[in-house]
């Protein structure tokens, strides 16, 4: 699956303190900015992946380079009380491409994004922008039979690009979580996705819980795919630090989607997800409450080609 839950968090000065040395049109911006930044930090997305009569696990895919076309929007409101509500919408679109190769317990995948144009905007501090360029070398991870991930390296990032391209939310929520058995229609498995980021911007800590099930064969241009609907719970925590002061950041919410499957070549050819998210964000030394928070958001992954 692919990153879509984008969460954000910042911080401010310490307690009563606040007010007095920021005026409120400058902490909230401060606040927003600081949101972009944790935006970009975690995700929560849709899973993929099914198998044929020898079983439903990650195998060699035939071919074994492809190229994947991914697609992203979220949509975030913050309530900020007497200092009005604010929203907040970021995009992406990326071509990624993708080898496979035999590894140790699985697989290695190799992933070089190949074009990206990824931004977030909000009303009080302008928008930030990243781009292909601002990723230096490919994003390396194996991944076992049944799905999960294991990062071998990760590329450095440039400045928005470490926030809104997440190359380790890349390597765990692009590809589905499989049973690794034989399953038929009708057959469901329920897996853990979980990580956690640090970097110089913040630390998130994302977990979700996936319900899959197999709901039969589909016909797609011509090729027999397997038709696989997921829906899951979502926690995401985050914290970091804005002009000395700390904020913190909560949410919780649903995702689903669909994934369609070829058993054939062994390979994931689309993922369609939504994602519907509610928290807040919450500045303890500022001394006002916890602002709520809602995040509503589409995501799409589709293999080139079909």
């Known amino acids: 699956m ?14 009563s303190r606040a007010v007095a040395h920021f005026p409120r049109r400058k902490s909230m911006k401060n606040v927003a900015a600081s949101i972009l930044i944790l935006l970009g930090l975690s995700a929560c997305a849709g899973p993929g992946g099914v198998a044929p009569s020898g079983g439903l696990m990650y195998r060699l895919p035939e071919p074994s380079t492809v190229v994947y076309l991914t697609e992203s929007r979220s949509d975030i409101n913050i309530d900020a009380a007497g200092m009005g509500s604010f929203g907040m919408r ?18 290695q995948v190799t992933a070089t994004v190949q074009k990206l144009a990824a931004s977030m905007t909000q009303p009080m501090g302008g928008s930030q922008s990243a781009s292909e360029a601002d990723i230096d070398g490919d994003i390396v991870f194996s991944l076992d039979r049944r799905g999960k991930a294991q990062v071998i390296s990760l590329p450095p990032a440039r400045g928005a690009a470490e ?27 329920t897996d853990t996705i979980q990580y956690q980021s640090q970097t110089s911007q913040g630390d998130v800590s994302s977990s979700v819980v996936v319900v899959y099930t197999l709901q039969g064969d589909t016909i797609v241009g011509g090729a027999s795919l397997l038709n696989i609907a997921y829906e899951g719970k979502a926690d995401v925590q985050g914290a970091t630090m804005t002009e000395g002061m700390q904020v913190l950041q909560s949410m919780t919410g649903t995702v689903s989607g669909i994934v369609l499957w070829d ?44």
Request: no cysteine; proline share 10%.
């Open 90 to 107: 970021g995009t992406s679109e990326a071509t990624v491409g993708v080898t496979f190769t035999p590894g140790t317990d699985g697989l």
């Open 263 to 306: 058993a054939s070549r062994s390979l994931l050819v689309a993922d369609e997800g939504s994602q519907n998210m509610t928290g807040a964000v919450e500045v303890p030394g500022a001394g006002i409450p916890p602002m709520p928070m809602s995040m509503r958001g589409t995501s799409s992954t589709r293999l080139q080609g079909g």
């Open 163 to 189: 926030q809104l391209a997440n190359p380790l939310g890349f390597v765990h929520e692009l590809f589905p979580r499989l049973p690794g058995a034989v399953v038929g229609a009708g057959a469901t498995w």
């Open 2 to 15: 692919q990153p879509v839950t984008w969460i954000a968090l910042t911080s401010h000065r310490p307690a």
